[in-house]
């Protein structure tokens, strides 16, 4: 499948969440993180907090942060709804990820931390986090993640620096899970549009997925194929596994055309989605490696979308892998070759004509 759904995230998102450094060792922090795991903590042996509370209930949770280092560190922290990226994995830090028109309850606004904690040398700091339960009753999880980041001073980048395009951040992301009952929320999968895009200067087809339940969908399988309609011979295969979505989410999924053109015209999409894999399911489907998958769920999708030719036009022109065909100098080539040939064949006529009227003065 596409070298997008290839990139690995090692971040332990199949059991929601451990407490993780992103895309980094230990080794680069300054500091360490430890939750202190409350008493209404439904699974003691989690490493996230994962809560049952009540309506209106409030509580106040400790994050434990040791600085082991001779110098003090700032820490930035933040809270955040989870949100699903477009890799199929659920995210838990700040991101650019617009919440979906299902989420009623966005965790960020009813978990609160300190936005900056000064950390001493040689410390150790706990850290409160203020919750506040809705006041209404409701199934499901609200889900969400702490974030802790060392502050970087701010220093005048030099000319090299400038030119630099990547800034490496790391952080610690602890998942923070809400919920007021152990009710089984029904899984839903809905799909809400399929259109052409563009992912890192590359053509691209969207699906855009959407879980509008406050539970995880989770082992989300995706099997389909979108065909042009005008054309049946342009077709695109679809197969992907081992996806996850957060609660209340939505996440638009890139179908890659491997570096062929965006070629307008109707399309057709029809796909198979399959959630929550079990060996007590009763859905069966073939897995990449060719062994029988099972899931508890099954959802068929079709929809028709349509490509324009301008628009297939801009992004075949962005698109970086697309190797444009100018022939134009071929005409050139080939234009000049004529003229040569022309211009030879009108001296060898006249050469002849000349040898011709000498040889006849000649004989006068």
């Known amino acids: 499948m596409m070298k997008l759904n290839q990139l690995i995230y090692a971040l332990g998102i199949c059991t929601l969440l451990w407490i993780i450094p992103s895309l980094v060792q230990a080794s680069e922090f300054n500091f360490a993180v430890n939750p202190v795991i409350p008493d209404n903590q439904l699974d003691k042996e989690k490493s996230y907090f994962d809560l049952k509370l009540s309506p209106s209930q409030k509580q106040t949770l400790k994050v434990q942060l040791k600085n082991d280092t001779d110098k003090a560190v700032t820490i930035e922290a933040s809270i955040n709804s989870a949100t699903t990226n477009l890799n199929g994995v659920v995210e838990y830090s700040q991101n650019a990820i617009k919440t979906d028109e299902s989420l009623k309850y966005n965790l960020k606004d009813y978990a609160t931390i300190e936005k900056e904690i000064n950390l001493p040398a040689k410390s150790v700091v706990e850290v409160p986090v203020a919750l506040t339960m809705p ?75 959407q879980n509008p339940v406050s539970r995880y969908l989770n082992q989300l399988k995706l099997v389909g194929e979108i065909t042009n309609k005008d054309n049946p011979e342009i077709k695109y295969s679809i197969d992907a596994q081992g996806l996850q979505m957060a609660p209340n989410s939505n996440f638009s999924y890139p179908v890659s055309l491997n570096g062929q053109k965006l070629e307008p015209g109707n399309y057709h999409l029809h796909l198979m989605a399959y959630g929550n894999k079990s060996d007590e399911g009763t859905v069966s489907v073939a897995g990449k490696d060719g062994k029988t998958l099972t899931f508890l769920n099954q959802w068929e999708f079709d929809k028709d979308f349509s490509i324009s030719g301008e628009l297939a036009k801009q992004y075949n022109k962005q698109d970086v892998t697309i190797e444009e065909n100018d022939t134009s100098w071929l005409y050139w080539v080939i234009g000049l070759l004529l003229l040569i040939i022309a211009l030879l064949i009108i001296f060898l006529i006249w050469k002849r004509k000349k040898q011709k009227d000498e040889k006849t003065n000649e004989e006068k």
């Not at 009710?183 to 052409?196: G, S, Y």
């Open 135 to 209: 006041s209404e009753a409701f199934d499901g999880v609200m889900a969400g993640g702490i974030t802790f980041k060392e502050k970087q001073a701010e220093t005048k980048a030099t000319s090299e620096e400038k030119g630099l395009a990547i800034k490496n951040e790391y952080s610690y992301v602890i998942a923070l899970l809400m919920r007021e009952n152990e009710t089984v929320v029904e899984p839903k999968l809905n799909l809400l549009d399929v259109a052409a895009n563009q992912v890192n200067a590359r053509n691209v087809i969207e699906m855009t997925l």
